[in-house]
Nanobody, 117 residues
């Protein structure tokens, strides 16, 4: 079993920054990637960014140039630095961990990010 604990969400003004953290614990074998998804009210959950164990990052177009994903393999932690935040970034952000084999997805409980003046 894998547990994911997120932190760092909150209320920020447009143009501001937030840093999300996600710490993984448990049976951490054959990890393919860790990343962040988000879900706004009335919308489907969507990828924000992901990063492989080798450090290769993948970003949704909405966050390119503003968001940076990084990971500390020694701490089994992934970070999402979000700059120049916009009201449309408002959503619940979920940490995700993908296992290569067997193919499994694990999710955190989510952390609310609200961008508003």
């Amino acid at each position: 079993q894998v547990q994911l604990v997120e932190s760092g969400g909150g209320l920020v003004q447009p143009g501001g920054s937030l840093r999300l953290s996600c710490a993984a614990s448990g049976r951490l074998f054959n990890i393919r990637s860790m990343g962040w998804y988000r879900q706004a009210p009335g919308k489907e959950r969507e990828l924000v960014a992901s990063i492989t164990t080798g450090g290769d990052g993948n970003y949704a177009d909405s966050g390119k140039g503003r968001f940076t994903i990084s990971r500390d393999n020694a701490k089994n932690t992934v970070y999402l630095q979000m700059n120049s935040l916009k009201p449309e970034d408002t959503a619940v952000y979920y940490c995700n961990l993908k296992v290569l084999f067997p193919p499994l997805n694990y999710w955190g409980q989510g952390t609310q990010v609200t961008v508003s003046s």
